[in-house]
């Protein structure tokens, strides 16, 4: 099974929180814990002498920044602190300045700091920053000082991931270099890049023999949205992909056969990048339909030709779309695929068709195989406006974007990009690639490929194909698409490759 992380919605974290909030001996105690897993953050960050700078809010995490602030201030190191919320945490700021710490009364020169502290505000803080934080954000981004979040970014939502627009010049929301949390991950940290490195600390109570990640996972309804890393840093993160090998009873059928249509006279290459990703990905056979099969057959050999989708022989996916075209005759052959019982991944011009086509949309929600759609933000639009009921915009919201959709057409929705959404068959995964690498020409072809080899396979992630479709085809969207990630970044990161191209990605998708 693929290495995954739960993430949690506010109210969730909120929830959780109640517990140890109630059984606090003295105030603020839960507030301190977790200021002293900001303030260690925080040193780590420094790595040497220099000033912080605080930028507080008036709610908890405000009074997280200036506990963290008096710690760091206790060990001699120079801390101000902008107030810039509608009031103070007290208390909090007390600390501070028995520590030594300042309270300024206007906004410094950014320039003096080493690190800024952003605890402006908190999970519930809406994808806008204010003024004067708006203000004082903008300094230290003037300045180049690195800005450490305390749980989320302020002014990017904790539950989509969305950030404020920036206005007047000024910045909507803070891009940090590293965000600490608590107990668990929030949503955004999977969904937004202003989160930086994201940084996981527990946080507990000396009276409780459960901190604030037991509460999480005590209360889990297992329907959280889950995120798969694929690389961080300079290595591979992604673990647990299925083993490939074939056994000793296994032969060229039996790891399941893929129908790729794909390519036309017109557009050739999409259908040899989407064999390719294909022929690359698993070891079991991969049928070619139609097309400009000479194109992929001269690349690659051990693919198996057909003329037409009704002289096809044994296959347990198909794959229609990359550059197959958007006439009556790509129509066609879409609404006879649609018919058919085999799991089916709909990509590029066959989404075109679906977004046009009344009928075929129609005929996709209905039907009772498995399918999945792979679109990217503007495809996905365009799926959008076609349905009768109102879809999030996935630069807003990818998660509730993609569930509902994936609701609205009973498909699995692989919304495309550096963070892949997958929803649909019941669960909802992000898959962080940690890199740009699969943004280049045919990319997305090469996808399908690999997506295509994987839902033919009769067990995906220890799920049966046959007994759970559904769950069988997310499995094997997400592990297609962290494969693909994977193969991307090996492509440009191997000695003598450099830039990854469509068909390099290609030749790592078998690759661990």
């Not at 400009?292 to 779309?321: I, K, N």
Request: charged share 20%.
């Amino acid at each position: 099974m693929v290495d995954t992380a739960p993430l949690y919605p506010a109210a969730q974290i909120r929830a959780a929180e109640e517990p140890l909030l109630g059984a606090q001996r003295e105030p603020d105690e839960l507030m301190r814990a977790a200021a002293h897993a900001v303030a260690e953050q925080a040193a780590r960050l420094l790595d040497g002498p220099g000033a912080v700078l605080l930028l507080a809010g008036s709610g908890g995490n405000g009074g997280d920044a200036l506990y963290a602030g008096a710690e760091l201030a206790a060990e001699g190191r120079r801390v101000d602190a902008l107030l810039v919320g509608s009031g103070v945490h007290e208390r909090a700021r007390d600390a501070l300045l028995a520590a030594g710490g300042r309270v300024l009364d206007d906004a410094p020169e950014a320039g003096g700091y080493a690190l800024a502290i952003d605890g402006i505000a908190g999970l519930g803080g809406r994808p806008a920053l204010k003024e004067p934080a708006a203000r004082a954000v903008a300094a230290v981004d003037a300045a180049g000082v690195p800005i450490l979040a305390v749980d989320v970014p302020s002014g990017v939502a904790a539950d989509t991931g969305e950030a404020g627009a920036s206005k007047g010049g000024q910045p909507g929301h803070v891009t940090a270099a590293a965000t600490v949390t608590f107990g668990g991950l929030r949503r955004a940290h999977a969904l937004s890049a202003a989160c930086g490195k994201v940084a996981l600390r527990d946080i507990s109570l000396p009276c409780r023999a459960r901190g604030l990640a037991g509460e999480l996972a005590a209360a889990a309804t297992g329907k959280e949205a889950r995120l798969v890393r694929v690389v961080e840093g300079d290595r591979i993160a992604l673990r647990g992909v299925d083993d490939l090998e074939p056994g000793e009873g296994d032969d060229k059928y039996s790891g399941g056969v893929v129908g790729v249509l794909a390519g036309s006279e017109r557009y050739p290459g999409a259908g040899v990048l989407a064999a390719a990703g294909a022929v690359r990905a698993t070891p079991a056979m991969v049928r070619v339909v139609g097309g400009a099969a000479g194109r992929v057959l001269d690349r690659f050999p051990e693919a198996v030709w057909s003329p037409t989708l009704e002289e096809t022989g044994r296959v347990q996916a198909f794959v229609v779309g990359p550059g197959r075209g958007t006439g009556d005759e790509a129509r066609a052959e879409l609404a006879a695929l649609l018919e058919r019982p085999e799991p089916l991944v709909a990509d590029a011009d066959a989404l075109t068709v679906l977004a046009s086509s009344p009928e075929l949309l129609a005929a996709a929600a209905k039907r009772q195989a498995p399918l999945v759609i792979t679109p990217h933000a503007g495809e996905f639009r365009r799926l959008a406006d076609a349905l009768d009921e109102e879809v999030p915009d996935p630069e807003a919201d990818r998660i509730g974007a993609a569930e509902t959709m994936a609701t609205a057409l009973g498909c699995v929705v692989l919304l495309k990009g550096a963070r892949t959404v997958v929803a649909g068959g019941g669960e909802t995964t992000i898959i962080e690639a940690g890199h740009g690498w699969a943004a280049t020409p045919g990319s997305g072809d090469v996808l399908s490929g690999i997506l295509g080899a994987w839902a033919a396979r009769p067990v995906i992630d220890g799920i049966d194909r046959d007994r759970e479709p559904g769950r069988a085809l997310h499995r094997a969207a997400v592990t297609a698409a962290a494969v693909h990630q994977r193969a991307a970044w090996l492509a440009a990161t191997t000695p003598t490759r450099g830039v990854a191209t469509a068909l390099d990605i290609a030749g790592f998708a078998g690759r661990g």
